[in-house]
Every structure is written in structure tokens, then in C-alpha cells.
């Protein structure tokens, strides 16, 4: 591992957090470009010129001010600029599924590609097209240099979002999806990422997606950890290119540990008569901020953002969500939802923006929140930002607690007060779960939501979590 190699001493904590890591970059910055493609590379200067302007989201920005970004990473992680292995147990590690969903299934080991062989009882010969490249970031960025500079860094803009510079700066590998047009990929794509090391880890994930036109895919991605007590900080970047009559479905799923913290942006960009549908779930995390940032920019585009975070003891989910309507005629909806119980802390951003000559706009944001304790708190801010006369535009948001008419109702007719309790909380998340459009891992995650209500950790088909 490289990374800061030994702890930091009282005087280094005085320093900006920013500094420790551009001086580690500077000084590691042949090791890092060593195992990249030169299309990785290219990127990094104007990643590190806009991260020493920008540095850290940090608590002035109104976008930032109830997640503290900064300090997560002022803790000591490693870095694994070397590319090193890490000892890996594949027949316990990767039986993650979701049982009866037969997926093309890839892994990420932290940041990087895992290649190795899996057993065909674990890793099933995939069965995707010749044409279409589901991998390595690193790989792709080799094997199809003119693909790769064509969309890598072209939405997520280092000099607005300084967490994307971050990224940028010290990714070297990650997954990539590539359909080319008019194929339809039946069996859904599985990307699971792994969170692993004998030490504290810090991790650059880097994801690419390209739908070309007219093709159609599902692609499901898991966030777990094998090690309960170890610290990890995973930042992601995913760029999402959906071209012209083009249908893609993204599903993510976090159940991780009380000592994670995962800070994710996905940036996607949405050509005419295009059909996104984006679905996070939280099931267990220490801290997690999500970023969405959707720009549709072909008209008759519709989109579809909808989520659910289930949080107990001193969780944290931030769920930020922009949706710039650039042109006519295109839909958009959002649907998330928030379960806090014991002193757990919810936040959500929904912005609507709708441009001037984006006339005939529908476009649609709902966040509902359910405090199961006075010591929870919930933080929301939906807003609109429309610049056009001839729209259909709402917001509405709702916090509160369950409802008291219901539950004695259901106890009056014999049901225990702890299951009406459940009952209630499931029928609250149910209209989220309904927008997944693959009926196995839509009831699968129904499973998972109900045990999660219960106070039990799932192991999610049978991963080596040490729940």
C-alpha cells in the first residue's frame, strides 16, 4: 500500500486537509500515472489546478452545510497507487447475488477491476453480445482510446464539483459498460463493489457508462464491506451517456458498515426520446452522500430518480438531486424517501431547473420522511428554478412520524404493536420499491427493506460480511 505511510503527526493535522493531499499527490504522481492508460492521465493537471482553487465541498456552500465532506478524509488511509493484490478468499467474497436474478455479474475490489478467475458456481460465463465491452475502466481506456477520450471527464466537471476533481486526480482503474447501438442486453448487468484491506483504505471508483442509440440494458451495482471494523472512504465518479430512443435502468444498492463513508456523484446525460430510471437504496452505511446530476438535453427525454434510506444508529444520508430540463417536451420525476430511527440523520436536495426555451416541461419531486424517534433529524430542501411559461412543475415534502389513527387501527384489530409498526413503515417505502422494473430484485429488496425494519443485517445472498 502508499499512502500517507506514517501517521500524522499533531503539527500536520494543523494543515489544510486539501494540501497533505496535493503534496501526496505531487509526490506519488509517477507511481499513478505508471499504471494508467494515457487517457487516464491526461485529465489530471486540470483536475489538480481546479482541486488547489476549490479544494473540499466544505460547510459554506448552502449544497454541503449538514454533511461535513472535509472531514472525512482527515483520518490516515492507505492508498494502493501500486496496484498491489489484495489476499482475497473469491469463494466466500463473492457469492453476493440476488437469489433467482441471473445477472452477468463483475466485481470491484476497492478501486480496482477484479480480472482474476472466479469459479463458474460464483462468476457464470457471461453472456452479453461480442460488441458490447463490460470491464475494466484501465482496459477500456487501452483497447479503445478514441471511445474513451471522446465521454471520459465531458460531464463530471472538476472545476465546479470538487469532489469530482479529487477523483480524478488519483483514479486509476474502475468499470466500464459500453452498448453499441441497437442492442438489447436481456439479462441484466451486476457490478458489485468490495470494500476490503487490513488496513484503513481510501478508494477511487470511477464508472462509465455508454448506452448508444437505440439500445437498451439494466445494470444493478451493490456497495459492500468484508471488514466491520476497519475505516474505509470510497469516492465515486460516474459519467452516464444515454443516447437518442435509448432505455437504461440503474440500480444501486449500499449495505456497508458503521464505519463507511461513501461520496458519490453520477452525472448523466440524456439524448432525445431516451428512458432513464435511477434507484438508490441505503440499507446500512456509516456516511453517505449521493449526488445526481441529470441533464436532458433531447427532447421527449424522460427520466425517473427515485430512492430509499432506511437509517439507525448515528447513520448519515445526503441525497442531492439537479435536474437541468435544457430542451422541450422532456418528463422527469423524483420519488425518495427517508426511515430514521434512534439519533440518525437524513438530508435531501431536489432542484428542478427548467431553461427558457424548455417549454411543455413535466417535471416532479416528492420526498416523504418518517422520524421514529424525537432524536432524529431530517433535513430537506426542494426547490424549483423554472424560467419557461407553458411547464407542469411541483414539489411536495412531508416529515413526520407514523401515524397514529392507522396503528390503532391495526391493533384494534389484533395485530401486536411492533408488527403494526412494521406494517406501517413497509407500506410507507412500498410506492419506491414499485418503480424497479425487474421483478426479481424488486422483490428481493422488499425482502431486504423488511428485515432492515427488524433490526437485521442481511448477508445479501450469502456475502462474507461479518454482520
Known amino acids: 500500500m502508499t499512502g500517507f505511510g506514517k501517521k500524522m503527526k499533531e503539527t500536520e493535522h494543523s494543515m489544510k486537509t486539501e494540501q497533505i493531499y496535493i503534496d501526496l499527490f505531487k509526490e506519488c504522481r509517477k507511481i499513478i500515472d505508471g499504471a494508467c492508460a494515457d487517457g487516464l492521465n491526461a485529465p489530471r493537471d486540470k483536475a489538480l489546478s481546479d482541486f488547489e482553487k476549490n479544494g473540499f465541498p466544505a460547510f459554506p456552500s448552502e449544497d454541503y452545510r449538514q454533511t461535513p465532506v472535509s472531514d472525512a478524509f482527515a483520518c490516515d488511509y492507505g492508498m494502493n497507487f501500486n496496484r498491489l493484490a489484495f489476499p482475497l478468499h473469491p469463494d466466500k467474497l463473492f ?139 470510497a469516492t465515486q465518479v460516474t459519467e452516464i451517456f444515454i443516447a437518442d430512443h435509448a432505455v437504461f435502468d440503474f440500480y444501486e444498492m449500499e449495505e456497508s458498515s458503521a464505519h463507511t463513508t461513501r461520496l458519490s456523484s453520477t452525472f448523466i446525460s440524456q439524448r432525445a426520446h431516451s428512458n432513464v430510471m435511477v434507484n438508490g437504496t441505503t440499507l446500512y452505511n456509516g456516511l453517505t452522500r449521493n449526488n445526481y446530476f441529470v441533464s436532458l438535453d433531447g427532447e421527449h427525454a424522460r427520466t425517473h430518480l427515485s430512492g430509499i434510506a432506511i437509517l439507525g444508529e448515528q447513520q448519515h444520508t445526503d441525497n442531492f438531486v439537479k435536474i437541468a430540463h435544457n430542451v422541450p417536451f422532456c ?137
Open 95 to 233: 457469492r453476493c447475488d440476488v437469489p433467482n436474478l441471473s445477472t452477468n455479474l463483475y466485481v470491484v475490489v476497492n478501486d480496482s477491476f477484479y480480472a482474476q478467475h472466479l469459479s463458474k458456481t460464483i462468476l457464470p460465463k457471461t453472456t452479453l453480445p461480442e460488441s458490447v465491452f463490460s470491464g475494466s475502466l484501465n482496459d477500456f481506456a487501452i483497447r479503445f482510446p478514441e471511445i474513451f477520450q471522446r465521454y471520459y471527464t465531458k460531464l463530471a466537471d472538476t472545476a465546479a464539483d470538487g469532489l469530482a476533481a479529487f477523483n480524478t486526480m488519483f483514479a486509476q482503474d474502475g468499470y466500464v459498460l459500453y452498448i453499441p447501438p441497437n442492442t438489447v442486453v436481456e439479462r441484466p448487468i451486476q457490478v458489485i463493489n468490495v470494500l476490503t484491506g487490513n488496513i484503513d483504505v481510501l478508494c477511487n471508483r470511477r464508472m462509465l457508462i455508454i448506452v448508444e442509440e437505440n439500445a437498451q440494458v439494466k445494470l444493478l451495482v451493490c456497495d459492500h464491506t468484508s471488514e466491520e471494523n476497519r475505516k474505509f472512504l
Open 331 to 467: 418528463s422527469s420525476n423524483q420519488l425518495f424517501k427517508y426511515v430514521l430511527d434512534n439519533i440518525s440523520t437524513g438530508v435531501f436536495t431536489g432542484r428542478i431547473f427548467v431553461a427558457p426555451d424548455a417549454q411543455k416541461t413535466d417535471a416532479y419531486q416528492t420526498n416523504r420522511n418518517l422520524c421514529l424517534t424525537r432524536d432524529a433529524r431530517m433535513f430537506s430542501k426542494p426547490q424549483l428554478e423554472i424560467h419557461a411559461d407553458d411547464v407542469k412543475c411541483s414539489h411536495g415534502m412531508t416529515t413526520g412520524q407514523l401515524d397514529e389513527n392507522a396503528l390503532f387501527y391495526l391493533r384494534s384489530r389484533g395485530i401486536p404493536e411492533k408488527e403494526a409498526k412494521l406494517l406501517l413503515m413497509y407500506a410507507f417505502t412500498s410506492d419506491v420499491l414499485d418503480t424497479i422494473r425487474i421483478d426479481v430484485l424488486k422483490d428481493r429488496l422488499r425482502q431486504l427493506v423488511e428485515k432492515r425494519f427488524k433490526g437485521e443485517r442481511s448477508k445479501c445472498g450469502g456475502c462474507y460480511n461479518k454482520c
